[in-house]
């Protein structure tokens, strides 16, 4: 089993930015991919940003393109999310996930992954 531990969450205006930190520790080495999730009152917890452990590769949801940069160090075992020109429907608990297959990193499905963190509560003000 691995554990996560996120970090970072704030209260921000839009336009700002924030950086998450997903720190895991147990079975690491037991990882093939490393998602952020996220969640809004009422809604349903969806797929922010993938990243393959191995390759590096990543994947985000189209809300996030050009805006969100997920990365990793493996030596420390974290993994980030910069959040760049926030906008007020970002506004969630942001989740850390870790999955033992590589088929979460391209689904992008929360069904996929097998641990998860308590979360990290993001608040963008208008």
């Known amino acids: 089993q691995v554990q996560l531990v996120e970090s970072g969450g704030d209260s921000v205006q839009a336009g700002g930015s924030l950086r998450l930190s997903c720190a895991a520790s147990?079975?690491?080495?037991?990882?093939?991919?490393m998602g952020w999730f996220r969640q809004a009152p009422g809604k349903e917890r969806e797929g922010v940003a993938t990243?393959?452990?191995?390759?590096?590769?990543?994947n985000y949801a189209d809300s996030v393109k050009d805006r969100f940069t997920v990365s990793q160090d493996i030596a420390k075992n974290m993994m980030y999310l910069q959040m760049n020109s926030l906008k007020p429907e970002d506004t969630a608990m942001y989740y850390c996930?870790?999955?033992?297959?590589?088929?979460?990193?391209?689904?992008?499905?929360?069904?996929?992954?097998?641990?998860w963190g308590q979360g990290t509560q993001v608040t963008v003000s208008s």
């Open positions: 996930a870790a999955d033992p297959y590589p088929g979460g990193c391209r689904a992008l499905s929360k069904h996929d992954f097998a641990d």
């Open positions: 147990g079975y690491t080495y037991n990882i093939a991919c």
């Open positions: 990243i393959y452990r191995g390759s590096g590769s990543t």
